[in-house]
């Protein structure tokens, strides 16, 4: 029995949630009857990510902005400021692609008496109400707006703290992380108790869904690298930018598709950053803030999946309520852990702003853990590229202003 955990344990993540998916679609196929011992590995899943969701996304804000210093280089806010607007494009694509190729998904348990949002006056209404809620119980009710908010505020007023002080906060958010992985790590068991419930009860017609939900994933990823991308840095360089474009992809990208993480990615764009002959002083600073608030990949799957999850509940959206959403997403995607399937924990954040209860986003979730195996590996890799090209474009433009300076001098 240990030699078949090790060798498991080997396998990693990727295959494992592989192997449970396939074993759910033969389960299914072979033994639908026996539905409860095995869907309650689906049941438990999810439920212990909602439980930890609400946790994870106060931590993870109150500590970051708790441990942000002043005094960093004048270009980092150019920087920051090109991460928070390529995040915010990503999220318009995906907005924009998920009412053209509309998809809907099987949802299983959706309330019977559930009343979508009758108009923007009470969206905003409810989104207003959610911000002022108390904060104890915003993560009881896993009221995600609520909790953005007041971790905002808190992280806002630890700043001024002691270095202990943030210390202890690090070691908090590290210590939720920590529960975060261990509850990724069952994953597999979930995903297939998660299949087994889909395909018993709906067909592999249910699969449909899934695969439209995920070209639609995979197609906003593409356009995002290799068209929006490409025009934000042509607008601050001022030359082909397909070159820089394609390098990041490749020397970055394709490391981050197989590590799936951002943070395991950094030594990567560091090397890439100084190949490329980036400023040491500005790179040393920009690739581990990317890391944590650079998040297109992120913005996209937030969006999608929560559009998804609008239309299958006939949610009528309109255009400033997708916009809102845009905005949501990108703060979302700013506040993504480093964890494998990290962005999918603030689905519920994102649907929250159109009523829709923890237990449907959640569910939803698991749709997301389903499809990760493709959606997180494209996800990291659009993340993790475009830190050093975001970087390479503002001291490419910096270089183009001195150039023009000296002419004229």
């Known amino acids: 029995m240990k030699k078949v955990v090790n060798h498991w344990t080997r396998l990693g993540l990727v295959k494992q949630i592989i192997i449970g998916l396939i074993l759910g679609v033969v389960l299914a196929l072979t033994i639908p009857d026996v539905a409860e011992p095995i869907t309650i590995l689906g049941t438990l899943f999810v439920g212990a990510l909602k439980a930890i969701a609400p946790v994870l996304v106060l931590f993870l804000v109150i500590s970051a902005i708790a441990q942000h210093k002043k005094g960093q280089q004048s270009n980092m806010k150019s920087i920051i400021a090109l991460y928070l607007i390529g995040t915010f494009s ?89 529960v975060v992985s261990w509850i990724i790590k069952l994953a597999p068991l979930g995903i297939l108790g998660l299949v087994f419930e889909a395909i018993s009860t709906s067909g592999l017609d249910s699969l449909v869904s899934y695969a439209q939900l995920l070209t639609v994933l995979i197609g906003c990823m593409i356009v995002v690298a290799l068209i929006i991308n490409p025009l934000i840095v042509f607008v601050l360089s001022r030359k082909n930018p397909y070159p820089l474009v394609i390098t990041c992809l ?57 559009l998804a999850t609008v239309h299958t509940l006939d949610i009528q959206v309109s255009l400033f309520t997708a916009l809102i959403l845009s905005v949501i997403a990108t703060i979302s995607a700013c506040g993504a852990s480093g964890v494998a399937g990290g962005s999918l924990l603030l689905i519920p954040l994102a649907t929250s702003l159109f009523g829709i209860p923890p237990e449907i986003a959640m569910q939803v979730v698991g749709i997301g853990f389903i499809i990760g195996v493709l959606q997180d590996s494209a996800e990291t890799a659009l993340n993790s590229s475009t830190d050093v090209m975001f970087t390479a474009a503002v ?3 910096e270089k183009r202003k001195a150039r023009k300076k000296d002419q004229m001098a």
Do not use: H
């Open 395 to 397: 001291e490419a433009r």
């Open 250 to 306: 490749k020397e970055s990208g394709i490391t981050a598709f197989f590590t799936r993480s951002s943070a395991a990615n950094i030594p990567v764009n560091m090397k890439l950053s100084e190949k490329l002959g980036l400023n040491k002083d500005t790179y040393s600073v920009s690739i581990p803030l990317g890391a944590t608030i650079n998040m297109a990949g992120a913005a996209v799957t937030i969006s999608v999946l929560t």
């Open 90 to 178: 990503a999220a318009v694509v995906a907005v924009c692609a998920s009412f053209l190729f509309p998809v809907s998904l099987d949802l299983a348990d959706s309330p019977e008496g559930f009343q979508a949002p009758e108009g923007l006056s009470e969206v905003l209404q409810s989104l207003l109400l959610n911000v002022v809620d108390n904060p104890i119980n915003a993560v009881i009710e896993a009221n995600f707006i609520g909790i953005l908010a007041w971790a905002i505020v808190f992280g806002l007023a630890f700043r001024s703290a002691s270095d202990s002080t943030k210390a202890v906060l690090s070691n908090v958010s590290d210590a939720v992380l920590k």
